[in-house]
């Protein structure tokens, strides 16, 4: 496959059983083939697009004193802002040519999960940047809710079975600076080749080029959304439960020609996580004697401290 597959969720929710099984068919399909979807028909308006757009070019617009006053020692970059050069792939040392935002679940409303998530930032030289950014995180969670349902009929199992483990999960917006290039990369990436480390990632962002997607053939493939569409990507912890039936596939940001290197890029992926407590072991009706069970069992929050220490950021 060298194109990126197309869908639409209208399909799926149009109340018609025989859209709605395609739709579940095709995207099946597109994940287990290439592992990333262009999505349309998804929650995220394009006027609040432009707005976290605008939020997110001030913010990084600001001196790096500024920004570095909201970067929290210790906090593994779940919060807030992680410096430039600071995140790299797993198993490399070299850090990506990106600096970074996290929002995270709204604790002023869900004051519940204090104890388990950490607090989002106030940005205090912004007065909307957290409105619209919690306005943009409840549209993807919302959009990933609606997917996974679909995904988990794929999978044979009953539709709902996802929702309880994702709601209220440690989900993630980020939103991603990659600063023009001043000077000759030493081995560094926009983003190095990875995997992503939760169960889909829905991403903002991806209208221009730079988005490269390792293919089953072991061929690099432009990924470039159309106007209106969002990217949609398997990670490794569906590929675990799903015992690599739907395989997370391997993504990168390649620097662009030199011809281009004054010109910034932005994108902002929503990293669908479920509760610490979703366990992650391979579901029974995916292992036969064809597919042996390929992972441990373990639950999300641990394999998620795991990952987090593998990119340098614990």
Request: aromatic letters at 10%; proline letters at 5%; a negative charge.
């Amino acid at each position: 496959m060298k194109n990126i597959p197309q869908a639409d969720l209208n399909e799926f929710i149009s109340g018609n059983p025989k859209r709605k099984s395609d739709f579940v068919q095709f995207i099946g399909a597109s994940f287990q083939e290439i592992g990333f979807l262009a999505l349309r028909g998804h929650f995220l308006a394009e006027d609040l697009q432009a707005d976290l757009y605008s939020e997110i070019n001030a913010f990084f617009a600001l001196s790096r004193e500024k920004k570095e006053a909201y970067e929290i020692e210790g906090g593994g970059g779940q919060r807030g802002y992680t410096g430039f050069g600071k995140e790299h792939a797993a198993g490399r040392t070299t850090g990506d040519l990106k600096e970074f935002w996290h929002f995270g679940q709204d604790l002023k409303v869900y004051k519940h999960l204090k104890q388990i998530y950490p607090e989002n930032i106030e940005v205090s030289e912004l007065k909307y940047f957290n409105i619209i950014g919690d306005k943009v995180y409840k549209k993807l969670e919302k959009t990933a809710e609606v997917l996974l349902q679909a995904i988990a009929l794929y999978l044979g199992l009953e539709e709902h079975y996802f929702d309880r483990y994702i709601r209220e999960g440690n989900s993630i917006l980020r939103a991603i600076h990659y600063p023009p290039i001043t000077q000759v990369p030493q081995e560094a990436e926009r983003a190095a080749a990875h995997g992503d480390i939760n169960l889909i990632t829905l991403l903002m962002g991806s209208q221009g080029g730079g988005l490269q997607v390792l293919n089953r053939q072991k061929e690099w493939v432009d990924a470039v959304a159309a106007p209106g569409e969002i990217m949609i990507n398997v990670g490794d912890m569906l590929s675990r439960l799903t015992n690599n039936h739907l395989p997370s596939t391997i993504h990168r940001v390649v620097n662009p020609p030199k011809d281009e290197w004054g010109k910034a890029r932005y994108s902002l992926p929503f990293f669908m996580h479920p509760i610490p407590k979703m366990p992650l072991n391979c579901l029974p009706q995916m292992i036969n004697e064809k597919n042996p069970k390929l992972y441990d069992d373990i639950e999300a929050g641990e394999f998620l401290r795991e990952r987090l220490v593998a990119l340098g950021l614990l």
